[in-house]
T-cell receptor
Framework: DAGVIQSPRHEVTEMGQEVTLRCKPISGHDYLFWYRQTMMRGLELLIY????????DSGMPEDRFSAKMPNASFSTLKIQPSEPRDSAVYFCASSSTYGYTFGSGTRLTVV | DQQVKQNSPSLSVQEGRISILNCDYTNSMFDYFLWYKKYPAEGPTFLIS?????DKNEDGRFTVFLNKSAKHLSLHIVPSQPGDSAVYFCAASSNSGGSNYKLTFGKGTLLTVNP
């Protein structure tokens, strides 16, 4: 089991550009979560899916953020246009009965 | 509005001594609590959990205590080891057996165990 796989590990982009973060959950996990970590706010839940369906997106900061889960093995988080305040580490996690497993995260820097 | 609060950003202890990490919560609907450990450049990993029907759960060197009336939980590590140096996140859920559902995290406490 390779765990939750996120790509890219690091992303540096210019303000105004579109950024797409990717996540492959653990096979068989029916929940998928996107979190953002910053010094100021810690780990914030952005959105989560159950069986590929978005359940709660109340944590998505604004319309510039969108997330999709087209199938059970893939999810994306897109920021368009990106802004410097979006700089953070973005984590994907998947879950089954036995709890969350996090990916290693994507460190996003918007300059 | 932080529903899960870890008021100590950092903690430093000597190897072999006890580490006590604290966490407070405000949402009385939370009924399941977890601690995660995070090393640099890695995702958080599950450490230990406790249901609100218990006041203590122990796993080796790690013990979590829950005081529901005070809305407070703590993680004790005895004895502390240098490999325990990491950021520790407290998390809470309002679903029974809530590890399936969304977790609300605190900001984390950086523990440094000095040799």
């Amino acid at each position: 089991d390779a765990g939750v796989i996120q790509s890219p590990r690091h992303e540096v982009t210019e303000m105004g550009q579109e950024v797409t973060l990717r996540c492959k959950p653990i096979s068989g996990h029916d929940y998928l979560f996107w979190y953002r970590q910053t010094m100021m706010r810690g780990l914030e839940l952005l959105i989560y899916f159950n069986n590929n369906v978005p359940i709660d997106d109340s944590g998505m900061p604004e319309d510039r953020f969108s997330a999709k889960m087209p199938n059970a093995s893939f999810s994306t988080l897109k920021i368009q246009p990106s802004e410097p305040r979006d700089s953070a580490v973005y984590f994907c996690a998947s879950s089954s009965t036995y709890g969350y497993t996090f990916g290693s995260g994507t460190r996003l820097t918007v300059v | 509005d932080q529903q899960v609060k870890q008021n100590s950003p950092s903690l430093s202890v000597q190897e072999g001594r006890i580490s006590i990490l604290n966490c407070d919560y405000t949402n009385s609907m939370f009924d399941y609590f977890l601690w995660y450990k995070k090393y640099p450049a890695e995702g958080p990993t599950f450490l230990i959990s406790i249901s609100s029907i218990k006041d203590k759960n122990e796993d080796g060197r790690f013990t979590v205590f829950l005081n529901k009336s005070a809305k407070h939980l703590s993680l004790h590590i005895v004895p502390s080891q240098p490999g325990d140096s990491a950021v520790y996140f407290c998390a809470a859920s309002s679903n029974s057996g809530g590890s399936n559902y969304k977790l609300t995290f605190g900001k984390g406490t950086l523990l440094t165990v000095n040799p």
